[in-house]
């Protein structure tokens, strides 16, 4: 990561769901890894909930969210396994307006140093909706520290060269 001093690091307002079926708030650990991530950064954690594995009620909550202005990005943890409970990315599907593919493939490269080939299982997944970044990881305490510590830190840096993804949120929703 290269930052660049002479820029102002721009706090970005984030949204943190936690996808489940068996944890409640007080097991949430990957929820509190990434909340205490975010706002270590200087980020503004500007909602947190949980949710069943349930499309409806992610794509409902995730809706919200995306319609929010004061909601920049969502970052999710849970739901991106092979089993049929798991349907995170299917949820995303149904709000997305387009994919950021490199997401998946850096988080399971990054991955791969950790858990080996046991990676393959991750459909960690990013996309922009409707001018919101949307980031899905699974739900492992290691998981979200990969993703957040190798990438999202450094692409949620206004300061970060050569680019980052703040400096497109103006200009997510361009035609």
């Given amino acids: ?3 660049d001093t002479s820029r102002d690091f ?3 307002n984030i949204a943190l769901l936690t ?3 068996t944890r409640g708030p007080d097991e949430d650990t990957s929820g509190d890894i990434l909340a205490d991530r975010v706002k270590a950064k200087g980020h503004r954690l500007v909602a947190r909930a949980m949710e069943k594995d349930e499309a409806d009620r992610i794509v409902a909550r995730l809706n919200n969210w995306i319609d929010d ?3 920049d ?3 999710i943890t849970g739901g991106t396994g092979l089993t049929g409970r798991d349907v995170t990315p299917e949820a ?3 709000v997305k307006t387009r994919d950021i593919p490199g997401f998946g493939e850096l988080f399971r490269w990054l991955s791969f140093k950790t858990i080996g080939t046991s990676t393959i299982q991750s459909r960690a997944c990013a996309v922009v909706a409707r001018g919101t ?3 899905a990881l699974p739900g492992s305490n290691g998981a979200v520290k990969d993703g957040w510590d190798g990438i999202l830190d450094e692409q949620l840096d206004s300061r970060n060269r050569p680019c980052n993804f703040v400096e497109l949120m103006p200009r997510l929703l361009e035609k």
């Fill in 92 to 94: 995303l599907d149904r």
């Fill in 19 to 21: 996808v489940s079926d």
């Fill in 133 to 135: 970044y949307i980031f």
């Fill in 1 to 3: 990561m290269a930052i």
């Fill in 73 to 75: 990005a969502v970052v």
């Fill in 10 to 12: 721009k706090p970005v």
């Fill in 69 to 71: 202005r004061g909601v």
